[in-house]
């Protein structure tokens, strides 16, 4: 038998719009200010909802009566991640670029527009559908490579980021765009606040006075490719069979080129069920704890080589409760340092494991060790390593990121270096 | 993950074929003679069809340890029919129901099973045709991520949400439970 190993697969490029503005500079300022997009919204008054603070997008002009919201913030996001790895774009053929979409609710927009008889075009009531939206993107990025659309409630995000490098190690890509996107809609901020969900003064992600969260809009896009630090021998009855044809040296020396620093890597994730409740988290954090065990695994990693969580922190006490548990399942009394996003960006729902992963990459190359917006006092429970403001970190090669979802889903993401 | 490519390498090649050991298809007719349990009339269409597709598989899901057997779903048209029959409480005095909201997620049905036959392994849920469900599962099984996997199609599209994207409507839901040995129908 002849030995092979999966290529590492690389982030080439970002791009995001979201509360705390657009492109990947604004999430720099926003990380080192450890500031907050929260706002409340004329659009979500308190006579009909519990709360009125979100996490929007500033929309100004025209593009307040978007009638295809999805497809702005997911071209915009892709435009951004597009430019900065276009030079490795460039190079690779179409049909070896793919595209993974990850959405909750895809352009929810025209089902509200057609109930309600307003004017909707064709491409947005089209968008109501996630496959179709990925689709339509996939075509005006120029990735005629293969398409999904992945939709796992909270947990899209890091499952599409998934999907994106195993595309890549099955040998069907060279390289994957992959875009989170959900925006504000009176569905979705109705049915939380019929949940009774949503903190009528904002998120506070692990605080001791949390009671809910803030729904938000977003975004994110990352440009996964090949990693420069590739060593493969390839099995002779591997049954992908493309992947016998990889890899090209010149991609993964241009990824290696264009940086003067090394690339953050996905090394290895994990997903598992509670199969316990339908909103609610298991109370026991184990379902969390085995998404992190397997991620782990996948990694080839040990707990103690984690240098930071960021954390799925919706800021329900629920949630948070059961985060503390899972954390302690694995970590023990040795927590690494851990923090949430929520309170900058809201929960931005199918978009948020793109956007906090990408949040995460920046943070890494920063080398900061990123706060909790809007978090005042720490929850009971939580272990003393939660991070309230930001902090230069002497070490972030290996950051753990976690998102749960409605559903009982739980997922779980290594990043690395290359 | 890389570290151990020899040996998946060699699982993956013991198990060229993946093994279907059970499938089934149902449509909505078959709802009304099913014995799902009281908790399935809280549930909407599309997890009530998945569950019962899974119910004549579950026999074979004590031959995997719960935890290493995976969930893979593909829905058509996503939550659509749901989120038209949510959305209709908007107008109601009190705001749309927030159970059906739960269920407003393409993923919603995989909940469900879950928490029917206590399935805690990994997920994966697609928006559209279920052409990449067999390629995932065997990915999956593959990377040693799981040792089985439940594979669904939710073909669901009510007249009313067909109206809105102007389909045709459909409602059926097959499923097969997959695994890189045993006995069963190779693919």
Known sequence: MTTHSLPPVAIAGCGAICAVGSGVEALKSALRDNASGLHPSERFDHQRYQSSVVGAVARNGAGADDDDPAWSFATEALRQASEEARDILESIPPERIGLVLSTTKANVEAMERLTDQRPCSESARRHLQGDLLAADLAA?????????????????????????????????????????????????????????????????????DRCGLSPGEAGAATVLVRSATVSITVATNFRYSAVATIPSPPLEERVRERRPFPAVVI????????ANHMTGPSRDGAGLALAIRSAL????????????VNAHGTATPYNDAMEFQALRNVFGASCPPFNGF??????????????????????????????TPRLKTHADGAPASLVQVPRSASRLDHVLKLNVGFGGINGALILGYE | MWASAESTVRSFSAMNDLVVTAAS??????????????????????SRLALLAVESL?????????????ICLAATAGSLSTDVEYWKGWALVGGPSPTLFAYTLPSAAIGEIAIRHRLTGPNLCFVGRDAELLAEARDLLYRGEADGCVCVSCNIITAEAAELIQSSPVITA??????????GHRV
């Open chain 2, 25 to 46: 298809l149902v449509t909505e007719t078959d709802l009304s003679s099913s014995r799902l349990g009281p908790r399935s009339s809280r549930l909407d269409l599309a």
């Open chain 2, 174 to 183: 097959s499923a097969v439970f997959v695994t890189a040995g045993g006995e």
């Open chain 1, 140 to 208: 005006a990025f120029g990735a005629s490579g293969p398409v999904q659309c992945v939709s796992l409630a909270c947990v899209s995000g890091l499952l599409a980021l998934q999907q994106g490098v195993k595309l890549i190690q099955r040998g069907v890509a060279d390289a994957v765009l992959v875009v989170g996107v959900d925006h504000l809609s009176a569905f979705v901020v109705a049915g939380f606040s019929a949940l009774k969900a949503l903190d009528p003064l904002g998120c506070r992600p692990f605080d001791r």
């Open chain 1, 342 to 371: 929520k309170g900058m960006v809201g929960h931005t729902l199918g978009a948020a494991g793109v956007l906090e992963t990408i949040l995460c990459a920046l943070a890494m190359k920063e080398r900061l060790l990123p706060g």
């Open chain 1, 267 to 274: 090394r290895g994730w994990g997903s598992s069920n509670d």
């Open chain 1, 297 to 308: 695994n996948s990694a080839q990693l040990q707990p103690e080589a984690i240098d930071w």
């Open chain 2, 58 to 70: 579950a026999s074979k899901f004590d031959t995997v340890p719960r935890d290493r057997i995976a």
